[in-house]
């Protein structure tokens, strides 16, 4: 390959990063505003890990709040494709993590994707268990919380070797 196209690719590869950070930071602003008024919010919602937990939210919203949580796990299914795709651009196309080793660089590229799994999981558990009551099953509901905490985790770990990276760049 030559300097031009090593240069080439280069600049695609960070392409690919900037416009999945973007669309990814848009959708997670745009369901922030459009979720804002739910109260209590969706947090409450993702951390209910039980049928009561659930129950005490849900019917603290309006049908309009809930049609509105409902009508935004479309919109939540792009978001989670769009930083899973991030996660795996930034740790493999960039050299934020390289620094940290190859161990920091598998890590990083993984978490987004692991995390976004679990999402696209507890919104398929959300999306049933706000179609009707289920009070018959409690796992469900644990298991959507689960889900929750998981993807939580991922983002949040994502986040740490992402500021640990960064400060190893800027040296001591």
Request: charged share 10%; proline share 5%; hydrophobic share 55%.
């Amino acid at each position: 390959m030559s300097g031009s196209d090593a240069g080439a690719a280069h600049a695609r590869a960070r392409a690919a990063v900037v416009v999945t950070g973007l669309v990814s930071a848009s959708l997670f602003g745009y369901l922030a505003w459009d979720l804002a008024p739910l109260e209590p919010g969706v947090l409450a919602l993702q951390f209910a890990f039980s049928p009561r937990a659930f129950a005490e939210v849900v019917h603290q919203w309006s049908a309009q709040d809930l049609a509105r949580y409902r009508a935004h796990l479309p919109i939540d299914g792009l978001l989670l494709v769009s930083y899973a795709l991030f996660g795996v651009l930034a740790a493999t196309r960039t050299r934020l993590f390289a620094a940290s080793g190859p161990g920091s660089v598998r890590r990083a590229a993984l978490l987004l994707p692991a995390a976004a799994l679990c999402d696209a999981f507890e919104n398929l558990m959300h999306w049933w268990l706000t179609g009707a009551p289920r009070f018959g099953v409690p796992w469900a509901y644990a298991l959507a919380a689960g889900l929750s905490s998981l993807k939580w985790l991922g983002l949040l770990g994502f986040a740490w070797l992402s500021v640990r990276a960064l400060r190893g760049a800027a040296g001591p």
